[in-house]
């Protein structure tokens, strides 16, 4: 007796993963509600019972799903974040302002929106004009010292606007007061910490020429993270950090590395 044939068994199909990114019509399917209802749960202030609130927050976890504020912003014309332009991030001074901004506007509702410009004033105006593409509620600057088409541009956007560090005037005018100090009273050791930090590049070499005259008959220790600066020294101290976490300062005479390099190019 003949046996029955075998059916042979189906391949099983692969498990396709949904990569679509879930909308707010997902978490509304899931909890079983609308999606007007579910935009007033997520949103602040929206009126929600208790346990249907908690289904969508459920259903918004499981979904992974994360409101999309845009259109509301449209509406309400609120953008929810501030934004702030320092120098540098790795400058400590810069990064304790950046973390006291932000600890300041936890809990406000307002998120901040961090841009450095590495000291350049150039740098912040185009920074600037992507940041108010986005039409942030308020900005906030370091020092004083912006390009005509900053301020234009701050002008025009009618938001706060802070500047912090320095006081908004002309930002020559320190330099200046301590080349005049010296002419007055002058002393043989000077330390000068950061004092050309809001200068742009031309008032940076007007700076460095004032430093150049006055440098045969006084020594300037100048504190600074202005590249122009830096160039123009004699000597360059950093602190360099090892392993384990032990510091070390180091220095460099670029005269005498400047000659060397000279000597092995001729070699």
């Known amino acids: 007796m003949a046996g029955r044939p075998k059916a042979k068994a189906k391949a099983a199909k692969p498990v396709v993963e949904d990569t679509r990114v879930p909308t707010m019509a997902d978490v509304a399917q899931r909890a079983g509600v609308s999606k007007m209802t579910v935009s007033r749960a997520l949103r602040d202030g929206g009126v929600v019972s208790k346990e249907t609130r908690e289904r969508i927050l459920a259903a918004t976890e499981d979904l992974g799903y994360v409101l999309d504020q845009s259109a509301g912003s449209l509406s309400t014309k609120r953008t929810g974040f501030i934004a702030a332009i320092v120098p540098s991030i790795n400058n400590s001074n810069f990064s304790d302002t950046a973390r006291g901004i932000a600890d300041t506007l936890a809990g406000t509702g307002l998120q901040l929106l961090l841009g450095y410009t590495d000291y350049s004033v150039q740098r912040e105006e185009q920074l600037i004009e992507a940041m108010l593409r986005r039409r942030p509620e308020g900005v906030i600057l370091t020092g004083g010292n912006h390009t005509p088409r900053t301020r234009k541009l701050l002008k025009a956007a009618g938001i706060p606007v802070i500047e912090t560090w320095d006081v908004p005037l002309d930002s020559t005018v320190f330099p200046l007061l301590v080349f005049a100090v010296f002419l007055a009273r002058p002393s043989p050791f000077y330390i000068l910490d950061e ?15 004032l430093v150049r005259r006055f440098s045969d008959r006084a020594q300037f220790v100048i504190v600074t993270h202005q590249k122009r600066t830096m160039d123009a020294a004699d000597v360059l101290y950093g602190v360099s950090m090892g392993e384990g976490g032990v510091t070390k300062v180091i220095s460099r005479r670029l005269s005498h590395a400047d000659e060397t390099e000279t000597e092995a190019e001729a070699a």
């Not at 004092?195 to 020429?209: G, S, T």
């Open 195 to 209: 004092v050309e930090a809001a200068l742009d590049d031309a008032n940076i070499d007007r700076f460095l020429q």
